[in-house]
Every structure is written in structure tokens, then in C-alpha cells.
């Protein structure tokens, strides 16, 4: 099978390419296209690709282009990787928001939305492209705000499923610590994409969270971040991006004192490039680890095969709603288990969802609704209004604020915009 990476030029895919390798007999593969607009980076990643792939004796060629309509025909299956404006943008979505009082994070808040603004237009117009010269191919979203990204897709009709790699962290740190194979876990994992909650830990079908919480909650919550003793009262396992809800106002303290993750990834990014650069380097080097996205092959490895070869598995995805939370839409989308067949992914059913979690479900999912429309129509007062739903922000004084900054900034990239 061809399986085509839009936005092949990202120094996260060499992670793509060692999975492919490890996980050959899980997804054969005959091609895998590289395309990306960036001609020096799509050079190096798909030097330093094709040297790994030949050092692990996969059959498999590696292809690069800048022409998507060539790079996506005859896929079975196209991973979306983007970032429009690359770290310069992201620094902007991570710093701007501070002025206002407001968390800086580029999925998260009036980052999120400054992004979603940037991306879902040019998702939309490859989606397209895929539609017409891959017209079997499923659309594997990594792209970030990957709910708002996959609803959009979704929403015109597309074959699309959401992917991140919270839910595969969470399971592979929780066998690490109870010292078991990772397959041996499942999780009850629900909510929307950055805003999920583990609410049991199943090991060989035995919940085993409480233990977990009890023997290993001080590492848990280092990890997260997160004071012990909530998660302790909880009795659940947040993901990282909860602390962005539950202790806001010093991660804004914070951030205003220390660099943006954007310059951390950007210098990350100028020593992987120059090692891609290296003929000696047909490995993934170890520094990949700081840019982040750990396992997100494996995740696409299991996505992939699971859409192509009908495997009626369980996964974590970003899907269509239904009457799984009953408290949305039904065409809103969350991140849950799903059994993944050659027909897409149905959600498995899942416990009634706790107040204090459907509260805050439902209030970002309003605003995912809206961060779509503004998007996808453009024009400040859409945006204005998707700022004032968002929980972080909410007040009619910071969400104009906002709206003009980040229209300001991100000007180059909204076609509507005034000049």
C-alpha cells in the first residue's frame, strides 16, 4: 500500500518512518510519499528517511514531492502533519495570549483558535485534493487543534478520523509502572481532544486505577504537573493539558518568565536537522525524544492498519459523537475507545460522565462549535464570539482584546482579514 505524509518536511517524521520499520508486518507498505511546500527540509527528512528505512531492510521506497495532487494519488491512507506558520507563528500563539492575562498554548485558548484559524482553511483545500485523486484513501488527522481540525473534515463529508498520542502515552507510562506489556492495558479514556480524563485503568479487564493512583500517584502527578493530592481526590488520572483549567493562573505566571515552547522546539529542530543532513545517520536520533509526539507511530501504525485491514480492534481516536455522551451534539466530536473496521471507528459505550467533567466537556465543545464557524467563514465578530465561549477566556473585555491581536498577527494567513 502508498501511504502519503502531508507535511512530510516535519522533523517529527523520522518517528513516523522507525515505526513503519518496526511495525513492517503490522503495515506492510510498498511507498511512502513525502510532500511538503519546504524543498530543503523535505530533501534532508526524506534522505535521512530512506537511509533508515534501507538500514532496517523495509521494502518499502520513499518518495518526496512538493506537488500534493502527485504525492497523495493511489494512497490507501494520508497522514496530515501541519503547521502553518511553523514556530514562528506557534511562539506567537504561545506568548500573545500572556498580555491578556491568558494561558499561551498553541492548542489550547485563543491559541488554539489562532491556529484552527491558520489551518483549517489549507485542510480543507487538501482534503479536497485527497477527495479527488485518492478518493478510497482514509485522512488520518494529526494536524493540531486536531478535534476542531476532524470535525471540520467531517463536517464536508471527508473519511476522516483524529489521532493523538495522549491516550497511547498514558497507557505505555501506566505499564511501565505496573511492569507489564503495554497490550495488556486499556483505558477508560473519554472527553475531547487535550481535554481527557483516564477514569480506569483496565489491566487484563481488571480496573486497577485506585492502585495505580495509590502506588505511583506521586510520579503520575509530577509528570503531569499536577498537585497529588487532586488527583488523589479525583480519583482519576487528568491529561497534561488539564492543568491549563485547573491551575491557569500560575501556568501564566510561569510562562511569562520562561521561553516559549516554540523556541525550545526550534532549536530542537536546528540540531535534527543537522544531523538528518549527516549520510551517516539512517537512525532515529535520540533527540527526537525533546521534540515530542512520543509514540505517535505506533498510534498511526495501529490506526492505519486497523482502517485498511479491518482488524475490529480497539483504539483511542477523535470521532463523530452519537448518543455516546449524551450531554453534546450528536455531531460534535470527542476522543474515546472506538472499534476501528474498514468502515471507520464507532465509539464504545462509556460510563455516564461526571459533572465536574461533562461541565467542562460541554463548555469547550460549545466553543469548538464556534471556533469551526470562525474558521471556516472568518470575520471578527465570529471570532470575538468564539473567544468569549472559550472557559479560559470569557470576558467581552479580554475576548475583543484577543480578537484584535490575533487577527493582527496572524493577518498573512486570514484571507478575510483587513489590511
Not at 399 to 409: E, G, K, Q
Request: glycine share 10%; aromatic share 4%.
Amino acid at each position: 500500500m502508498k501511504l502519503a505524509v502531508v507535511g512530510g518536511g516535519s522533523t517529527y517524521t523520522p518517528e513516523l518512518i522507525d515505526g513503519f520499520a518496526r511495525l513492517r508486518d503490522e503495515l506492510p507498505l510498498s511507498e511512502i510519499a513525502l510532500i511538503d511546500p519546504d524543498t530543503e527540509r523535505l530533501a534532508l527528512v526524506g534522505g535521512v528517511s530512506a537511509r533508515m528505512l534501507a538500514r532496517a531492510g523495509h521494502p518499502a521506497r520513499i518518495t518526496t514531492t512538493t506537488d500534493l495532487r502527485k504525492g497523495v494519488a493511489g494512497a490507501g491512507a494520508v497522514l496530515l502533519q501541519l503547521r502553518i506558520g511553523g514556530q514562528a507563528a506557534r511562539h506567537v500563539d504561545e506568548t500573545l495570549p500572556l498580555a491578556c492575562g491568558c494561558v499561551g498554548q498553541e492548542t489550547t485558548g485563543a491559541g488554539g483558535l489562532a491556529k484552527a484559524l491558520r489551518t483549517v482553511p489549507v485542510v480543507m483545500d487538501i482534503a479536497e485534493t485527497i477527495a479527488a485523486h485518492a478518493p478510497g484513501a482514509w485522512i488520518v488527522d494529526f494536524t493540531n487543534p486536531v478535534g476542531i481540525v476532524t470535525r471540520t473534515l467531517l463536517d464536508a463529508g471527508h473519511r476522516a478520523i483524529g489521532l493523538c498520542n495522549v491516550a497511547i502515552g498514558f497507557q505505555r507510562r501506566f505499564a511501565a509502572n505496573l511492569g507489564v506489556e503495554p497490550g495488556r492495558i486499556s483505558l477508560g479514556h473519554v472527553g475531547l481532544n487535550h481535554l481527557t480524563w483516564e477514569r480506569s485503568v483496565h489491566l487484563d479487564g481488571e480496573d486497577v486505577l485506585p492502585e495505580l493512583i495509590a502506588k505511583h500517584g506521586e510520579r503520575i502527578a509530577a509528570d503531569l504537573r499536577l498537585p497529588v493530592d487532586l488527583i488523589r481526590r479525583l480519583g482519576v488520572v487528568p491529561s497534561y493539558y488539564l492543568r491549563y483549567f485547573y491551575d491557569h493562573d500560575a501556568v501564566v505566571e510561569e510562562q511569562r518568565t520562561k521561553p516559549s515552547r516554540a523556541e525550545d522546539v526550534k532549536a530542537v529542530e536546528d540540531e535534527l536537522l543537522a544531523l538528518y543532513a549527516d549520510p551517516a545517520t539512517d537512525t532515529k536520533p535520540k533527540v527526537l525524544e525533546k521534540r515530542g509526539g512520543a509514540f505517535y507511530s505506533e498510534a498511526a501504525v495501529a490506526l492505519v492498519a486497523s482502517l485498511t485491514g479491518d482488524r475490529g480492534d480497539v483504539q483511542v481516536v477523535n470521532v463523530r459523537n452519537g448518543d455516546t455522551l449524551p450531554f453534546l451534539p450528536r455531531d460534535a466530536v470527542i476522543e474515546v475507545p472506538a472499534k476501528i473496521t474498514a468502515a471507520g471507528a464507532v465509539p464504545e459505550p462509556v460510563a455516564p460522565v461526571e459533572p465536574l467533567y461533562a461541565g467542562l466537556i460541554a463548555h469547550v465543545a460549545a466553543y469548538e462549535e464556534l471556533a469551526v464557524d470562525a474558521a471556516l467563514r472568518g470575520g471578527a465578530d465570529r471570532v470575538a464570539t468564539a473567544l468569549l465561549a472559550h472557559p479560559l477566556i470569557g470576558q467581552t473585555s479580554v475576548s475583543d482584546d484577543l480578537t484584535d491581536r490575533l487577527i493582527a498577527a496572524n493577518r498573512a494567513y486570514l484571507p478575510w482579514a483587513p489590511a
